[in-house]
């Protein structure tokens, strides 16, 4: 059980276009989920918080006009990096909770701005 | 600020060695402390501890808490190439985030 798909696992964009990211909770309900994003050789740095039916919250030092995330469903979140840059480049991985059980991760999306 | 420490950030031993990989934590209102190891792509869990003191087994992994401490460790046993990977702490401060720490880098060399 706890399973969630993350999809694209893999993604190269043109500098300046946009980017969906979809994080679905397989087999339960998320109550919330999280993004994180990770450089190479460096941990998981959380990037926002989202909730079902309400707005995430972002992290300190996160544009959220340019990492759009919406939670329309207890079971599908998605993250837009808009106006992508090379500096986005990086590993994006979300993780969802079931209610107050653990915390499930997503295989990741390795995003490459060219 | 809530801080999280891991050491050591990389360890390099032979197969069947014994390793310690430590965490420190400096938070406020601790909830959990949970385990995870990362190979290529997303973590997987190891070891959710709330209480201190009890130790949490599964195979030749180990783990404990030490709340007064603020520390936790995890122990690997006759270690195998498989063990290879990123292991992350990560505290659960009561608000449901988890922060994670910096990582150690375990490598097993055959």
């Known amino acids: 059980g706890a399973v969630v798909s993350q999809h694209p696992s893999r993604v190269i964009c043109k500098s300046g276009t946009s980017v969906k990211i979809e994080c679905r909770s397989l087999d339960f309900q998320a109550t919330t989920m999280f993004w994180y994003r990770q450089f190479p050789k460096q941990s998981l740095m959380l990037m926002a918080t989202?909730?079902?039916?309400?707005?995430?919250?972002?992290e300190q030092g996160v544009e959220k006009d340019k990492f759009l995330i919406n939670h329309a469903s207890l079971t599908l979140s998605t993250l837009t990096v808009t106006s992508a840059h090379p500096e986005d480049s990086s590993f994006y991985i979300c993780?969802?909770?079931?209610?107050?059980?653990?915390?499930?991760f997503g295989s990741g999306t390795r995003l490459t701005v060219v | 600020e809530d801080k999280v420490v891991q050491s050591p950030l990389s360890l390099v031993v032979h197969e069947g060695d014994t390793v310690t990989l430590n965490c420190s934590y400096e938070v406020t209102n601790f909830r959990s402390l949970l385990w995870y190891k990362q190979e290529k792509k997303a973590p997987t869990f190891l070891f959710m501890l709330t209480s201190s003191g009890i130790e949490k087994k599964s195979g030749r992994l180990s783990s404990i808490l030490d709340k007064k401490e603020l520390f936790s460790i995890l122990n690997i046993t006759a270690t195998q190439t498989g063990d290879s990977a990123i292991y992350l702490c990560a505290p659960n401060f009561g608000n449901e985030k988890l922060t994670f720490g910096t990582g150690t880098r375990l490598t097993i060399i055959p």
């Open positions: 989202s909730n079902e039916g309400s707005k995430a919250t972002y």
């Open positions: 993780s969802a909770r079931r209610g107050g059980g653990g915390y499930t």
